[in-house]
């Protein structure tokens, strides 16, 4: 459940002041997250506006059936591959099925925050920080476009489309519209789109985004009229039940590249998943 505070100060009082005594045992256990996947204590203060989650009781959440797969880990950032339809972190009515959430508990990792995200339906290298103290250091690259991101997916083939290409254009996503649109304007969304294999008329690509639009590499892909095989939303949305993990979406995190801003060494993580498996 998401609760939304009233007020700066003690998250505990709060909860007990709306809820009653019981959400004091909720803390005492554990049970209560903020935003950023940090379990709540008797200790924690928030602003108001914040948002706290309560996942007492798990089975609410249709469990995701796959594993999270450990690509490094040190002192001070854990890069995984995350599994289609796993989200990096509580939003919405994901909650303990994520993957921030899941690998603080079986890695006993308390203080681990995402330092980017992944779309719940894209699967791909994800990198955490382990520690509260190196954060700013890897959010200060993703935000300063420092690290060189490739994705794979696999599409429909065009042969009326030269490849390779850059696209680049205007994306706009509204709050409460599930999908984003392109609409006129300076480009603010930038993709470098190449063709590397092609078996009969489905075609892998390669997908470097120079930007971080929301969808940006669905909206680009399917406006060149070659969407993403298995994509939910583009063109056109379609219902997928909750526990229906029959189709995920071919679009595939592949590798990041970038500076270590801690040990100064060029580092490179890459996925070791396969589209169309």
Request: charged content about 25%.
């Amino acid at each position: 459940m998401r609760i939304r505070l009233r007020g700066d100060g003690s998250v505990v009082d709060e909860l007990v002041s709306r809820f009653g005594s019981a959400a004091a045992d909720q803390v005492s256990r554990g049970d209560v997250v903020d935003a950023m996947g940090t379990t709540v204590t008797a200790d924690t203060r928030l602003s108001a506006g914040s948002l706290v989650y309560t996942y007492r009781e798990p089975a609410v959440e249709v469990p995701v059936p796959f594993a999270i797969d450990v690509l490094h880990w040190d002192e001070n950032v854990l890069v995984v591959d995350k599994p289609h339809f796993l989200s990096t972190m509580p939003r919405g009515r994901h909650v303990t099925e994520t993957a921030l959430v899941r690998l603080r508990k079986m890695l006993d990792l308390p203080e681990l925050a995402p330092a980017h995200r992944l779309d719940r339906l894209t699967a791909g290298v994800l990198l955490f920080t382990v520690r509260r103290d190196v954060r700013s250091a890897y959010h200060a690259l993703f935000a300063h476009r420092q690290v060189s991101k490739t994705y794979e997916a696999l599409a429909p083939v065009d042969p009326a489309i030269t490849l390779p290409l850059t696209l680049r254009s205007r994306i706009v996503k509204r709050r409460s519209i599930l999908q984003a649109c392109e609409e006129p304007g300076p480009a603010n969304a930038e993709t470098h789109i190449e063709l590397i294999d092609q078996r009969e008329t489905v075609g892998r690509y390669r997908l470097i985004p120079h930007t971080g639009q929301t969808h940006q590499l669905r909206v680009h892909m399917n406006s060149l009229g070659v969407p993403i095989i298995n994509d939910p939303l583009y063109p056109a949305v379609v219902d997928v039940a909750a526990d229906d993990f029959t189709r995920p979406l071919q679009l595939l995190a592949r590798s990041l590249a970038f500076r270590d801003p801690l040990t100064g060494k060029d580092v490179r993580y890459e996925s070791v998943r396969v589209l169309g498996q």
